[in-house]
């Protein structure tokens, strides 16, 4: 087996019976534990590459149709596609983040875009993770630092620790219906879901690539994904109003990536797949304007 490789420049953040390791690269999430418990399994370099595994997701979240878009009648293009001939989670994933400020407990991670073809928009972005008692707090800033209307969507992308007997619960009105290219070409009921007759949903076997969306909220507008372990222990990834839509993953072969554990990506994600292209919940975001998103997970042990 090879020797593991995590991302570079790891920074390691404590507070009380919480640990976690974030990178600059991607503004990445690389590792939590709580009370003792794993709760992202420490993300090798190549699980980060091939699978994104705790990436900031800018200036779009999952694919974008033959990595091309059009707005104001500019037409822009990117040139990395995968083998759908997709262009992917933006143009962060893989980038180094100058570190802001690091108080052992929490760090802001600052990157600038605006100087590729593809995008060409002077975009600031601000990643700020902090230690809780309970878990971790991430708060995704974008600020429009030109003098025109910059349209943007992002995401995050954790993996969360989980085993076969653990089961995945949310509430939600949609679901996207996707083509061969899992590009979205509509939604449909969330009651009509593949993978079940209704939530929780099993871990073990399960096949789940899906966006969901209307997410069921409480009072202060956050939304919450429970996972469920076999020994009642709960974990919990939340996101508020500005995250409208989360995306389920099922990832069964992480050990094939340098990781042990099975992973299920939740990836709270303010727009639908394709987002630059549809328009839809595409944030347009005007010279000097600030838009923050937050979302974060928390660790129950079971009573």
């Not at 370099?45 to 059009?70: H, V």
């Not at 707090?137 to 620790?161: D, K, M, Q, R, W």
């Not at 969306?213 to 974990?235: K, M, N, T, W, Y």
Request: contains cysteine; charged residues 20%.
């Amino acid at each position: 087996m090879s020797t593991f490789v995590g991302l570079p420049d790891e920074i390691t953040l404590s507070l009380g019976e919480v640990s976690a390791r974030v990178s600059p690269m991607g503004a990445s999430l690389t590792e939590l534990t709580v009370l003792g418990e794993t709760v992202i399994e420490h993300v090798s370099a190549q699980a980060a590459s091939q699978s994104f595994a705790g990436a900031t997701l800018a200036p779009w979240p999952n694919r974008l149709k033959d990595g091309e878009w059009e707005f104001e009648g500019k037409k822009l293009r990117f040139e990395n596609l995968d083998d759908l001939n997709n262009a992917n989670h933006g143009l962060v994933f893989n980038r180094t983040f100058a570190v802001e400020t690091n108080t052992g407990s929490t760090v802001v991670f600052r990157l600038n875009l605006g100087e590729d073809a593809g995008y060409p928009f002077r975009v600031q972005l601000k990643v700020k993770y902090a230690l809780s008692v309970s878990g971790v707090t991430c708060s995704i800033e974008v600020e429009n630092l030109g003098s025109e209307t910059a349209p943007i969507a992002f995401g995050a992308h954790p993996y969360i620790a989980v085993d076969d007997e653990c089961e995945i619960t949310i509430t939600a009105e949609t679901q996207a219906v996707n083509d061969e290219r899992m590009i979205p070409i509509g939604f449909e009921p969330a009651s009509k879901n593949k993978n079940a007759n209704g939530w929780p949903l099993r871990f073990g076997g399960l096949q789940i690539d899906d966006c969901f969306g209307g997410l069921a909220r409480d009072p202060e507008g956050i939304s919450s994904c429970v996972v469920r372990r076999s020994s009642g222990d709960q974990i919990t990834v939340w996101q508020d109003e500005a995250f409208k839509y989360l995306m389920v993953y099922a990832h069964h072969s992480l050990n094939e990536l340098g990781m042990s554990a099975s992973g299920l990506a939740l990836e709270p994600q303010t727009s639908p797949a394709n987002a630059l292209q549809s328009g839809t919940d595409l944030y347009l975001l005007q010279p000097g304007k600030t838009k923050v998103a937050n979302w974060g997970i928390t660790f129950e042990l079971a009573n």
